[in-house]
């Protein structure tokens, strides 16, 4: 069970990395990114608060993986759907090529945790 509390925190440190300081200096951060810094930040922002919030899921998840079991179908859905919205809105060409490789961890991610929700049955 130690890997994977390990892999939950590690979860949560990749979203207080990204969601914090897209929170807090998006402008920053998007250019960091080699990102457009759009005129208006609040959807960035609010995206931002979401992915810093279920960084407190992964947190919880880390400390109590079996009561906290659920959060990982949250984590599974929202981390799977990163890459897939990057495809819609124009692949990796749209972005640049460390906004792409973060995608690239959120699949990362999901695939794991979809491991851990099959391979760890919730007792009954």
Same mark, same amino acid.
């Given at each position: 069970?130690?890997?994977?509390?390990?892999?939950?925190?590690?979860?949560?440190?990749?979203?207080?990395?990204?969601?914090?300081?897209?929170?807090?200096?998006?402008?920053?951060?998007?250019?960091?990114?080699?990102?457009?810094?759009?005129?208006?930040?609040?959807?960035?922002?609010?995206?931002?608060?979401?992915?810093?919030?279920?960084?407190?899921?992964?947190?919880?998840?880390?400390?109590?993986?079996?009561?906290?079991?659920? +959060? *990982?179908? #949250? /984590?599974?859905?929202?981390? &799977?759907?990163?890459? @897939? !919205?990057?495809? $819609?809105?124009?692949?990796? %060409? =749209?972005?640049?090529?460390?906004?792409? +490789? *973060?995608? #690239? /961890?959120?699949?990362?991610? &999901?695939?794991?945790? @979809? !491991?851990?929700? $099959?391979?760890?049955?919730? %007792? =009954?």
């Amino acid at each position: 069970m130690r890997i994977w509390t390990v892999l939950f925190a590690l979860a949560a440190a990749f979203n207080f990395a990204v969601g914090l300081p897209m929170l807090l200096a998006p402008e920053a951060m998007l250019a960091s990114l080699g990102q457009p810094v759009p005129d208006e930040l609040l959807m960035t922002q609010l995206a931002s608060l979401l992915i810093v919030v279920l960084g407190i899921g992964y947190v919880m998840v880390a400390r109590d993986p079996v009561a906290n079991r659920p +959060i *990982l179908w #949250l /984590g599974v859905i929202g981390k &799977a759907s990163i890459p @897939l !919205l990057v495809w $819609l809105s124009g692949g990796a %060409a =749209a972005l640049s090529s460390s906004a792409f +490789i *973060l995608s #690239l /961890g959120d699949l990362a991610f &999901a695939a794991l945790f @979809l !491991l851990y929700l $099959l391979t760890h049955r919730r %007792a =009954a």
